[in-house]
């Protein structure tokens, strides 16, 4: 079955750091579909051979974390001995977070939990609250395996122990594996840690404020998110998901624009890349102008100059496709005109035309008046349909255009304090400064 997807959602996160750099979150669901997945129930055979057990794997190889095991809302990085295809891209490194869940993004924050996660069971879980807690991770060269084994939830320690992993392959695939989830997922709290199961990728574009020197504001656009059905969620339970071809794969301009994909793949020169547009590439295609490059959705391209008597006109850009409608539409050589009217002829019929059309009691003031008028009414109504485009699809390229050029100084919303999102800190810093969140309320 197709992955489930949430109705369009929009929210901002920002920060200031001490080197001046403002972190901004924007969120929203869409509906492509970068995997495909499947459930499998208790009495299904595949549930327990996709659980791996780790007893049995090569004790050298398999990991137990110390500081994840014995900590609270905690991350810690790990390097991964092949590339893993996340969205396309290909990862070195990932982040596991005490929380049930696996960090995808390049930029360390306290607020991992709001976009790029792998996330088995997302939630507010304490591994020091108990002995018997551990966070393990077992890598073998083509599948990286992360279990949280017998954690607690911190606000609700008497309902047992919860233990569940999570495989990345080599391939993209990915698995979730449940052995012991003792309620109901959908009846876990979510008020002091949020409740996810899925996955999620985003895109970053920095932007310089003129307003304020040597400082940028730094936007994280959740471009997807998959939302796994909660309540199929329980104990010997697995889900498998598998990767969908994107535009990330094509490395032609050919084999780009000819793609069949669930995607509107496009070419562009100056990167050599082909893209949606919607990847963790962002910037690069909206600095390189990738958008406006990739209109015609042509590879071959080619200058044709035509000169005509007395003037000059440079054909637009055309490919080996479009040869053919081009020669159509440009008249032979024996019907091109050998000379161009000149000012007299005009001149002399301007009156015999006006005589003709000019009734009485009308004016050209006030034809202009009235046209100036229609005019203004068109670009008000415009503007107002524009409005409304832009309101009901905040994925549309012009909406991302007015978002990643707003200025700083047009307030976006209103921000408050205490959001109720957890912190997470990293156990091994890398000089990176992760200061507090402030959170936008939800439109």
């Not at 954690?151 to 999570?166: E, I, K, P, R």
Request: with cysteine; net charge neutral; proline share 5%.
């Amino acid at each position: 079955h197709q992955l489930f997807h949430r109705a369009t959602h929009l929210y901002s996160i920002m920060y200031v750091n001490s080197q001046g750099t403002i972190l901004s979150f924007l969120q929203e669901d869409t509906d492509h579909n970068y995997y495909t997945s499947k459930t499998y129930n208790p009495s299904d055979p595949m549930s327990k051979d996709l659980w791996v057990d780790i007893d049995q794997m090569d004790k050298n190889k398999v990991k137990i974390h110390g500081i994840l095991s014995n900590t609270h809302r905690q991350a810690a990085r790990v390097n991964l001995s092949f590339d893993f295809p996340f969205y396309g891209h290909f990862l070195r490194e990932i982040t596991v977070a005490t929380g049930g869940f696996i960090y995808t993004g390049d930029v360390v924050h306290r607020m991992l939990t709001a976009t790029q996660y792998i996330a088995p069971l997302m939630a507010n879980f304490d591994p020091s609250v108990s002995r018997n807690s551990t966070v393990i991770y077992f890598d073998n060269g083509t599948a990286l395996v992360v279990q949280w084994d017998h954690v607690h939830l911190q606000d609700n320690y008497n309902l047992g122990s919860f233990t569940f992993q999570a495989t990345l392959h080599n391939t993209g695939r990915i698995v979730f594996a449940y052995k012991e989830i003792p309620i109901e997922v959908s009846q876990i709290s979510s008020v002091n840690h949020p409740v996810k199961v899925g996955l999620s990728d985003a895109f970053v574009v920095v932007h310089k404020i003129q307003q304020i020197p040597n400082v940028r504001r730094r936007t994280i656009y959740e471009y997807h998110r998959v939302e796994l059905t909660k309540t199929k969620i329980t104990n010997s339970t697995a889900v498998e998901m598998m990767p969908l071809p994107t535009c990330l794969q094509f490395t032609s301009c050919s084999a780009c624009i000819s793609s069949q994909i669930n995607f509107n793949c496009s070419w562009c020169h100056r990167l050599n890349r082909c893209s949606s547009g919607f990847d963790r590439h962002r910037q690069d295609w909206v600095d390189n102008s990738c958008p406006d490059e990739t209109k015609d959705k042509m590879c071959d391209i080619i200058d044709t100059t035509y000169v005509y008597p007395f003037t000059t006109t440079i054909a637009p850009k055309t490919t080996s496709r479009s040869k053919e409608a081009t020669a159509r539409d440009v008249p032979s050589t024996s019907h091109l005109p050998t000379s161009v009217p000149t000012e007299g002829k005009v001149e002399n019929m301007l009156p015999a035309d006006s005589a003709v059309d000019r009734k009485p009691g009308t004016h050209p003031l006030h034809t202009g008046l009235i046209l100036g008028i229609l005019l203004v009414m068109l670009v008000m109504v415009g503007g107002v349909l524009v409005t409304v485009y832009i309101y009901h699809h905040p994925t549309s390229a012009a909406s991302l255009f007015l978002i990643e050029r707003r200025p700083s100084r047009w307030p976006a919303m209103k921000f408050r304090r205490g959001s109720g999102h957890p912190a997470y800190a990293e156990v091994e810093p890398v000089g990176q400064e992760k200061e507090g969140f402030i959170e936008s309320e939800q439109c």
